[in-house]
Every structure is written in structure tokens, then in C-alpha cells.
């Protein structure tokens, strides 16, 4: 089944830019979409079908697809934003409704 | 408001069954379709296999297909995952979460439920 690699963790400053990569077989010519989960809570869609983002979501987020690497980036990072993210594409090809990635924790310093 | 509400957190045995139910309300229950997702504790997100209720064709994720049941009543608006008989491997916290738009399932989750912590024990 298809795979969808993160890395564990990103962290960075306040006020600065994270980018938290999803890598894929040609995923560029899948619609990636990313989530975020802040401990004990359920997961948020933060950013759907690559780079689209759902009502609510400040304009900090963003996203990007390309090639074999699908790309989450929030800018101004404030302490609110430290939580865990995952993408998730829907493998059209196998017919099985899709997978997450592993999840990279961000920490704000 | 839109919503996803879950059952209770549970409490079982290895060898016992198990349905936990999650419960739309605030729109069309029947037009959209509802995943369920298990997280371990301190691990990620797996998509277990998800139903369109309208008509409950349901998919399953290989690793899932087989070790449980996805079902829908759309009479009272209400998706189900269970299990025949349960194993300690089985302790984790499940999600359900609806498809963003009417009639597809790819195009991310939108509504989430509160999420079922399921503890399966002797």
C-alpha cells in the first residue's frame, strides 16, 4: 500500500517559518491534506486538496505538492501552533480509502 | 451545527465484543461519507476503512479488513465500528470523522468526532 513519509519532528522560533514535509511516490499527482492535533484533542483539517485551506484556518497556513514531496508550511509561528501534524492523500489506484502519514511533532522554542 | 457525537469510552475483556457508535447530526448524514480512525497511544493516525451511509458501501483499510465491522443506520443518523472478539492490541482511542464533501471521500476529513477510548484488559 502507498507510504507517506515524515519527519518526527520539526521545531522552530516564534515568529519564524515551519515547513513540515509529507514524502510520497509521485505524490504531486495526488490531493494531499493536512491535519493538525494539539494533545487530547481530535484532529483539525488545516489544509485540504494540497494547498486550499477550510474556513477558520488563519492565512498562516499553507501547502504545496510537487514531484514526491507534499509540503505544510506555517508562517509567523506563534506557541499556539506547537502540536502534532499529519498529511493524508486517498490512494485512488488501490481502490483503499487512503493513509496518513507518521506525524511530525512541532515545537516551538 | 454541524456534529459528530461518540459513545462512551469502554472498558472490556480480550474475547469480548465491542460497537461503539458515533452520531451526526446538523447536516445531510446520508449524503456524506464517515471514517473511522484509530490512534495508540502516543502513535499516529491509521485510517481504518470508511461507509457512505446512504447507501453503506463501506472500504476498508488492508490492515483492518477482516479484524472489524463498519456499518450505518441512516434511520437514526448513526455510524458503527465493532469488533466480534476483542484483543489487548485492540486499546486505543477511535475517531470518527466525516468526509468534507457531499458524495466523496477524498477530499480530506472536515468534522470530527470527540473520539471512544476503547481499554481492552483482563
Known amino acids: 500500500s502507498y507510504v507517506l513519509t515524515q519527519p518526527p519532528s520539526v521545531s522552530v522560533a516564534p515568529g519564524q517559518t515551519a515547513r513540515i514535509t509529507c514524502g510520497g511516490n509521485n505524490i504531486g499527482s495526488k490531493s494531499v491534506h493536512w491535519y493538525q492535533q494539539k494533545p487530547g484533542q481530535a484532529p483539525v483539517l488545516v489544509v485540504y486538496?494540497?494547498?486550499d485551506r477550510p474556513s477558520g484556518i488563519p492565512e498562516r497556513f499553507s501547502g504545496s505538492s510537487s514531484g514526491n514531496t507534499a509540503t505544510l508550511t506555517i508562517s509567523g509561528v506563534e506557541a499556539g501552533d506547537e502540536a502534532d501534524y499529519y498529511c493524508q492523500v486517498w490512494d485512488s489506484s488501490s481502490g483503499h480509502p487512503g493513509v496518513f502519514g507518521g506525524g511530525t511533532k512541532l515545537t516551538v522554542l | 451545527e454541524v456534529q459528530l457525537v461518540q459513545s462512551g469510552a469502554e472498558v472490556k475483556k480480550p474475547g469480548e465484543s465491542l460497537k461503539i457508535s458515533c452520531k451526526g447530526s446538523?447536516?445531510?448524514?446520508?449524503?456524506?461519507?464517515i471514517g473511522w480512525v484509530r490512534q495508540m497511544s502516543g502513535k499516529g493516525l491509521q485510517l481504518m476503512g470508511i461507509i457512505y451511509p446512504g447507501d453503506s458501501d463501506t472500504r476498508y483499510s488492508p490492515s483492518f479488513q477482516g479484524q472489524v465491522t463498519i456499518s450505518a443506520d441512516k434511520s437514526v443518523s448513526t455510524a458503527y465500528l465493532q469488533w466480534s472478539s476483542l484483543k489487548a492490541s485492540d486499546t486505543a482511542m477511535y475517531y470518527c470523522?466525516?468526509?468534507?464533501?457531499?458524495?466523496?471521500?477524498?477530499?480530506?476529513?472536515?468534522?470530527w468526532g470527540q473520539g471512544t477510548m476503547v481499554t481492552v484488559s483482563s
Open positions: 470523522a466525516r468526509g468534507r464533501r457531499s458524495g466523496s471521500y477524498t477530499d480530506g476529513f472536515d468534522i
Open positions: 486538496d494540497d494547498s
Open positions: 446538523g447536516y445531510s448524514f446520508t449524503t456524506y461519507w
